[in-house]
């Protein structure tokens, strides 16, 4: 799924601020199940949008609404129903869903309450760990279904670095190395000459993030 948290209020007021009415649209998509924008966070949103406008001496009527699905045409006309009630959309989905309401309605400016951060799983209660890097050139078919791109702190493709400490990377004691991981599970399988294969040299010019991200929400955990 893909993991996202919300932007700090101040941001999202200073996108607004110019703005007599604000529609709220929440996602119950991806980013419900990491509880960063569901009905409900877009509620307590709404509610914030209110105050911290009311504390700038200005006044917003909020309206909320939700939609299936924000990255989906087939739901997107669903916003026509609250047609007149908003001045500009607040979106509570991921990037791609802001997106993809600004390529349909080319006359509704649409802002971002959420920062997309990763693709990620639920390791556990309350916190997202990143296992996919979208990099449009899977070889997870050649390491056992672990990615090295989002997993790796280096993104190395052709095996472990030699900072690896007891199965652990270098940058910190509790990120598993990936390839370790890669390692032992083929092994499993009886397919380790399968980390002889060599991987093709890659574009990294648009890489640059420091290792594996995860979101954690205190309130969640158990």
Same mark, same amino acid.
């Given at each position: 799924?893909?993991?996202?948290? +919300?932007?700090? *209020?101040?941001?999202?007021?200073?996108? &607004?601020?110019?703005?007599?009415?604000? =529609? $709220?649209?929440? @996602?119950?998509?991806?980013?419900?199940?990491?509880?960063?924008?569901?009905?409900?966070?877009?509620?307590?949103?709404?509610?914030?949008? +209110?105050?911290? *406008?009311?504390?700038?001496?200005?006044? &917003?009527?909020?309206?909320?609404?939700? =939609? $299936?699905?924000? @990255?989906?045409?087939?739901?997107?006309?669903?916003?026509?129903?609250?047609?007149?009630?908003?001045?500009?959309?607040?979106?509570?989905?991921?990037?791609?869903?802001?997106?993809?309401?600004?390529?349909?309605?080319?006359?509704?400016?649409?802002?971002?309450?959420?920062?997309?951060?990763?693709?990620?799983?639920?390791?556990?209660?309350?916190?997202?760990?990143?296992?996919?890097?979208?990099?449009?050139?899977?070889?997870?078919?050649?390491?056992?279904?672990?990615?090295?791109?989002?997993?790796?702190?280096?993104?190395?493709?052709?095996?472990?670095?030699?900072?690896?400490?007891?199965?652990?990377?270098?940058?910190?004691?509790?990120?598993?190395?990936?390839?370790?991981?890669?390692?032992?599970?083929?092994?499993?399988?009886?397919?380790?000459?399968?980390?002889?294969?060599?991987?093709?040299?890659?574009?990294?010019?648009?890489?640059?993030?420091?290792?594996?991200?995860?979101?954690?929400?205190?309130?969640?955990?158990?």
């Amino acid at each position: 799924m893909i993991v996202a948290e +919300r932007k700090p *209020m101040a941001e999202i007021i200073e996108m &607004v601020k110019d703005c007599k009415k604000v =529609l $709220v649209l929440a @996602c119950r998509g991806c980013v419900t199940v990491c509880s960063a924008g569901g009905e409900r966070e877009a509620e307590i949103l709404a509610s914030l949008l +209110r105050l911290g *406008m009311r504390k700038e001496g200005k006044t &917003v009527e909020v309206t909320i609404g939700s =939609l $299936v699905r924000q @990255c989906d045409r087939e739901y997107i006309d669903e916003i026509d129903q609250w047609k007149g009630q908003y001045d500009a959309v607040v979106s509570t989905a991921c990037g791609v869903g802001v997106n993809f309401i600004s390529n349909l309605r080319k006359d509704t400016m649409v802002y971002p309450a959420l920062n997309t951060t990763f693709f990620g799983g639920s390791a556990k209660q309350g916190e997202w760990t990143e296992q996919c890097a979208g990099c449009g050139n899977c070889i997870l078919h050649l390491t056992g279904g672990l990615c090295p791109v989002a997993r790796c702190a280096k993104s190395l493709m052709n095996g472990p670095c030699g900072g690896s400490v007891d199965g652990k990377c270098e940058i910190d004691k509790n990120v598993e190395c990936v390839w370790q991981s890669i390692h032992d599970r083929l092994g499993s399988f009886n397919r380790s000459a399968q980390m002889e294969v060599i991987a093709p040299i890659r574009d990294w010019s648009t890489a640059g993030h420091g290792g594996p991200r995860k979101t954690v929400r205190d309130d969640l955990t158990v």
